[in-house]
């Protein structure tokens, strides 16, 4: 079996495609994560990628695709894949499936995990981060026992960056126009399934194996 599963920021996309990967037997990949052995290994393409990153340039999609025939060609992926957050407006959908198709392993499914702008909102603003040991709390879902304060080590909690309501609407607002290409593709194809990403990660992984 060979899925794709994809997400907003916030919709447990992660964790959902871990777990599902998890229960067909197969490995769960990232671009991040494919780039990031080819960078260990030193590979000619990692070189071509760290030319791009160094000078401050996005790296081409040529190149991505590189990362991403190479992990697919691993022994590991032979019984199948879970493809983590792509294809994105980056690896294209087009041009992920012209790859598969090249490797005799067309995909079999995309998974959308549909998940509201509000709710996005609401699961990343309310975030807070120890500083000093690191733990990830919430303000609603997973709030401490002392607002601002972290109860495994008493650090002080504070807001990253991202996790500003400002960050988070212009990273939805890159995010949904180019998703809705992708879908739309898969849904022509009669390859989406959508899933509601307010159930939770057990529920979202039994309804996907099912």
């Known amino acids: 079996m060979r899925l794709a599963v994809l997400g907003p920021p916030g919709s447990g996309r992660e964790t959902v495609a871990g777990a599902i990967a998890a229960g067909l037997g197969v490995p769960s990949i990232s671009l991040a994560n494919a780039a990031q052995a080819e960078i260990r290994a030193n590979t000619p393409t990692a070189l071509r990628a760290r030319q791009h990153m160094n000078a401050g340039e996005l790296v081409p999609d040529h190149v991505l695709l590189s990362i991403v025939r190479s992990r697919l060609t691993q022994p590991d992926v032979a019984g199948g894949f879970v493809l983590d957050g792509f294809p994105n407006h980056v690896v294209t959908a087009v041009a992920l499936d012209a790859l598969l198709s090249d490797l005799g392993t067309p995909l079999d499914r995309a998974i959308d995990l549909v998940l509201p702008d509000a709710e996005v909102l609401r699961r990343l603003a309310g975030r807070r981060t120890c500083r000093g040991c690191g733990r990830t709390w919430h303000t609603e879902l997973a709030a401490p026992t002392r607002p601002g304060v972290c109860d495994g080590c008493g650090g002080e909690l504070f807001q990253r960056p991202d996790d500003s309501p400002d960050r988070i609407n212009a990273g939805l607002q890159s995010y949904r ?29 039994t309804e996907a194996l099912a």
């Not at 809705?180 to 979202?204: C, Q």
């Open 177 to 205: 126009p180019s998703v809705v290409v992708t879908l739309n593709h898969y849904r022509a194809l009669g390859k989406l399934t959508s899933i509601d990403a307010a159930l939770t990660p057990a529920e979202i992984t």
